[in-house]
């Protein structure tokens, strides 16, 4: 199993980023997604997770109404950021396992990806 996310880099106080997750060997289908995000020297917290049909979605409370999550039918999930604030500067992680926010309900998980807000 291989979850390759991408998309993050340096970004404005109030600005975008979109990240993409690009799973393989897992059937993608069968499988709620998440983003959980680890800024430097605390611990890994989730951001979002969606339901394996991409019909549910649940947020964290300090990302709502800013993020979205959502999935295509192939094998991708995203993360759509907007206000974006110093304080979400984090390394962003996607994970593949259950509809819930617990870091121990996901079971694969890609390498991170960095985004950095800027003030």
Excluded: H
């Amino acid at each position: 199993v291989q979850l390759q996310a991408s998309g993050g880099g340096l970004v404005q106080a109030g600005g975008s980023v979109r990240l993409s997750c690009a799973a393989s060997g897992l059937t993608f289908s069968a499988y709620p997604m998440g983003w959980f995000r680890q800024a430097p020297g605390k611990r890994r917290v989730f951001v979002a997770t969606i339901s394996r049909s991409g019909s549910n979605t649940y947020y964290a409370d300090f990302v709502k109404g800013r993020f979205t999550i959502s999935r295509d039918n192939v094998n991708t999930v995203y993360l759509q950021m907007n206000g974006l604030k110093p304080e979400d500067t984090a390394l962003y992680y996607c994970a593949a396992g259950r509809y819930a926010d617990m870091p121990t309900s996901y079971d694969n998980w890609g390498q991170g990806t960095l985004v950095t807000v800027s003030s």
